[in-house]
Structures are given as structure tokens and as C-alpha cells.
């Protein structure tokens, strides 16, 4: 997929990284998710947050975006605390992908990408050229430029989720949060996604912070890797290649293992033990 859409926003700035977090504590219905979290998020980047189930992945993500406040703690942006931004000034300067969008009945692919355009609308600036290439190039980069005219009712879960990756896309902001954007995808699509997403990054200088599930497409697509344990605690980041390890996987996920080179990309891949009879895998 090639990128060609322009970033409207301000440049990012030289001194600390632009999306930072201090001494989070996070709840998530009554319930404390995380307590004292500090991330710095480089910027640039192509970073993956990993972890298992119900450990605060998605929680962190929406804290970073705004989407939920933290009982404690900071998320700062661009230098200051991302609180202190009006929802507009947020979304003009970083966009998420939630795990699970509602789309107003009836409305078509089209019609819900460009809503992605709404945070650079104004009273004296409405629809414009630069709106609808934009809404354009974002539909072709994920491939639903042909399904425009279609309801989004009337769309399978994987396309559903393009066009949600569209919609995102469309605010063209430089940093783009994503939860678990390959859900309902076939594993083609989600190489695609995640190719786009490498693009993005490699091509335009994007930040790229995902959620990811699968081990593997952490290490293959991840500059900076995130690793989250049950608690919400941070157990480990950096390089997939000097985080990944057979005793970290084994500790955070239960699972006995080997980490060997994926022979395509040379990044670190996790095989599982061995099955023995019985159903239990060799350590």
C-alpha cells in the first residue's frame, strides 16, 4: 500500500517525546486496572503494547487518547497535560481506533470515513477539496474505496473494520492509537493493516501505538515493544529482539516455549513447547 496523505497538523516538537505518561493509575468499572504507570511513547515509532487478557492494554490505550481519565497520574502531549486540550485540539493531533465502534444506522461507507474530517471543520471553513481527497486517499490506503456507496450495516466485521481504519486515517494526525485493529480480519487483511501501519511509520514518520494480540506480529511489525503483565504492570520495553525472551513469554503468558528467528523477517519468533500426551506442553 502506498501512503501519500499530508499531515495537517503543527510539527512535532524537538525536546521530550510527544505522548508521555506519569504515575498513572487507571479504573476501569470500579475496578483498579493499574496503579503508578509511567510510558513514554518514542516518537516515530512503530510501538506495540502486548499482554494478556484483562492486564490494562486497551485501558492504557484509551487513557492515552483521553478516552478515559486516570483516577491518578498524567498523560501529557506535545509538553502539556492532554486534559488541558479541548476535544477538537486532541483529535487534530492524534487519532484512535477504539476495539469496538457503533456506526448511526444507515449511514454509508463514505459518509462515516469523512467524519474523520470533523476536528479540522470550523464555522468558516466547511466541506473542502482537502476534505474529500483525504477521505479518498484514506479509503484507498485500506481498500473500501469501492464499498462508498454501501451501508456500513450491510458489511462484513473485516470490512467494518477498515472502514473504521479509514476513518482514523482521514484525520491524517501523526499519531495514531490502535486497539486491536485486527480484529474480524482474515490473516491476508491483517498483514495489510499492519503493512499499512508499517508504512505509515516508515514512510510518513508516523507514531503507530498498537495493541496487538499475536506475539508474533509484535515482533515482526514493532520498533518499541510494551510488555504488560496481569496487575497492569510494565514488565519490560524496547527492541523486540532484546525483550523477547522463552522466560519472559513463559512468565507473562503462562506458556513454555522456544524463541527462535523467524526466518523471514529475522525478528525474534515464539514456537510453542512441544505438546506431550495429555495435553500439557514440555518445558
Same mark, same amino acid.
Given at each position: 500500500?502506498?501512503?501519500?496523505?499530508?499531515?495537517?497538523?503543527?510539527?512535532?516538537?524537538?525536546?521530550?517525546?510527544?505522548?508521555?505518561?506519569?504515575?498513572?493509575?487507571?479504573?476501569?468499572?470500579?475496578?483498579?486496572?493499574?496503579?503508578?504507570?509511567?510510558?513514554?511513547?518514542?516518537?516515530?515509532?512503530?510501538?506495540?503494547?502486548?499482554?494478556?487478557?484483562?492486564?490494562?492494554?486497551?485501558?492504557?490505550?484509551?487513557?492515552?487518547?483521553?478516552?478515559?481519565?486516570?483516577?491518578?497520574?498524567?498523560?501529557?502531549?506535545?509538553?502539556?497535560?492532554?486534559?488541558?486540550?479541548?476535544?477538537?485540539?486532541?483529535?487534530?493531533?492524534?487519532?484512535?481506533?477504539?476495539?469496538?465502534?457503533?456506526?448511526?444506522?444507515?449511514?454509508?461507507?463514505?459518509?462515516?470515513?469523512?467524519?474523520?474530517?470533523?476536528?479540522?471543520?470550523?464555522?468558516?471553513?466547511?466541506?473542502?477539496?482537502?476534505?474529500?481527497?483525504?477521505? @479518498?486517499?484514506?479509503?484507498? /490506503?485500506?481498500?473500501?474505496?469501492? &464499498?462508498? #456507496?454501501? !451501508?456500513?450495516?450491510? +458489511?462484513?466485521?473485516?470490512?467494518?473494520?477498515?472502514?473504521?481504519? @479509514?476513518?482514523?486515517?482521514? /484525520?491524517?494526525?501523526?499519531?495514531? &492509537?490502535? #486497539?486491536? !485493529?485486527?480484529?474480524? +480480519?482474515?490473516?491476508?487483511?491483517?498483514?495489510?493493516?499492519?503493512?499499512?501501519?508499517?508504512?505509515?511509520?516508515?514512510?510518513?514518520?508516523?507514531?503507530?501505538?498498537?495493541?496487538?494480540?499475536? +506475539?508474533?506480529?509484535?515482533?515482526?511489525?514493532?520498533?518499541?515493544?510494551?510488555?504488560?503483565?496481569?496487575?497492569?504492570?510494565?514488565?519490560?520495553?524496547?527492541?523486540?529482539?532484546?525483550?523477547?525472551?522463552?522466560?519472559?513469554?513463559?512468565?507473562?503468558?503462562?506458556?513454555?516455549?522456544?524463541?527462535?528467528?523467524?526466518?523471514?523477517?529475522?525478528?525474534?519468533?515464539?514456537?510453542?513447547?512441544?505438546?506431550?500426551?495429555?495435553?500439557?506442553?514440555?518445558?
Amino acid at each position: 500500500m502506498t501512503v501519500t496523505s499530508e499531515i495537517s497538523e503543527a510539527p512535532p516538537t524537538t525536546g521530550p517525546a510527544r505522548l508521555r505518561a506519569e504515575g498513572l493509575t487507571l479504573s476501569y468499572d470500579r475496578r483498579t486496572v493499574a496503579e503508578s504507570l509511567g510510558l513514554t511513547i518514542p516518537d516515530h515509532s512503530f510501538t506495540v503494547i502486548i499482554g494478556p487478557n484483562a492486564c490494562g492494554k486497551s485501558t492504557l490505550l484509551k487513557a492515552l487518547a483521553r478516552m478515559i481519565r486516570p483516577t491518578a497520574g498524567t498523560v501529557y502531549l506535545d509538553g502539556a497535560a492532554i486534559a488541558s486540550y479541548r476535544s477538537r485540539e486532541v483529535a487534530r493531533r492524534l487519532g484512535l481506533l477504539p476495539q469496538s465502534s457503533s456506526a448511526p444506522n444507515g449511514i454509508t461507507v463514505g459518509d462515516l470515513v469523512a467524519r474523520g474530517r470533523y476536528p479540522h471543520q470550523r464555522f468558516l471553513r466547511q466541506w473542502s477539496t482537502e476534505d474529500e481527497q483525504a477521505v @479518498a486517499e484514506a479509503m484507498r /490506503q485500506t481498500g473500501v474505496l469501492e &464499498l462508498a #456507496d454501501r !451501508p456500513v450495516d450491510d +458489511l462484513s466485521g473485516g470490512q467494518r473494520q477498515r472502514v473504521w481504519l @479509514a476513518m482514523v486515517l482521514a /484525520q491524517q494526525t501523526s499519531i495514531l &492509537l490502535l #486497539d486491536e !485493529p485486527t480484529t474480524f +480480519l482474515d490473516i491476508s487483511h491483517q498483514f495489510d493493516v499492519l503493512d499499512l501501519c508499517a508504512d505509515l511509520h516508515e514512510q510518513r514518520g508516523h507514531t503507530v501505538v498498537a495493541v496487538l494480540h499475536d +506475539l508474533n506480529q509484535a515482533c515482526r511489525y514493532a520498533t518499541h515493544l510494551v510488555v504488560m503483565r496481569a496487575g497492569g504492570e510494565i514488565v519490560a520495553e524496547g527492541a523486540p529482539a532484546a525483550v523477547v525472551t522463552a522466560e519472559l513469554v513463559e512468565d507473562v503468558f503462562g506458556l513454555a516455549c522456544r524463541v527462535v528467528e523467524d526466518p523471514e523477517s529475522g525478528t525474534p519468533m515464539v514456537v510453542r513447547a512441544a505438546r506431550r500426551p495429555g495435553g500439557r506442553s514440555t518445558g
